[in-house]
């Protein structure tokens, strides 16, 4: 059984760093591709933030999110973690963790359904 468990959310100021991780159990995320959706307050859809694949280790940054969030993994430790910088009270949502077996879940373009979700941890930007 495939789990996904999202730490490290928070409330931080505008401006405020913060760190979320997801530990994967079920699975091993060498051969998965991950990623990190948020849904908003209020919004019924969920936003594709960022992801990486599992072959060559590329990357996509929704636009919103470019240059301030960076995504790494750890395969040894089977975690990987979402960096969020200059943190605005925009980014506040629910964040889920996310993994798929197949890369084309994280293109250039953008992100697919995942096959597996996190629980979700919540970030709220506000001073």
């Known amino acids: 059984q495939v789990r996904l468990v999202e730490s490290g959310g928070g409330l931080v100021q505008p401006g405020g760093s913060l760190r979320l991780s997801c530990a994967a159990s079920?699975?091993?995320?060498?051969?998965?591709?991950i990623g990190w959706f948020r849904q908003a307050p209020g919004k019924e859809e969920r936003e594709g933030v960022a992801?990486?694949?599992?072959?060559?280790?590329?990357?996509y940054y929704g636009d919103s999110v470019k240059g301030r969030f960076s995504i790494s993994r750890d395969n040894a430790k089977n975690t990987f973690d979402l960096r969020m910088n200059s943190l605005e009270p925009d980014d506040t949502a629910v964040y889920y963790c996310?993994?798929?077996?197949?890369?084309?879940?994280?293109?250039?373009?953008?992100?697919?359904?995942?096959?597996?979700w996190g629980q979700g941890t919540q970030v709220t930007i506000s001073s």
């Open positions: 079920g699975v091993s995320l060498d051969y998965y591709a």
């Open positions: 992801c990486m694949s599992s072959g060559d280790g590329s990357t």
């Open positions: 996310t993994a798929d077996s197949m890369d084309s879940y994280c293109s250039k373009d953008g992100m697919a359904e995942p096959d597996y």
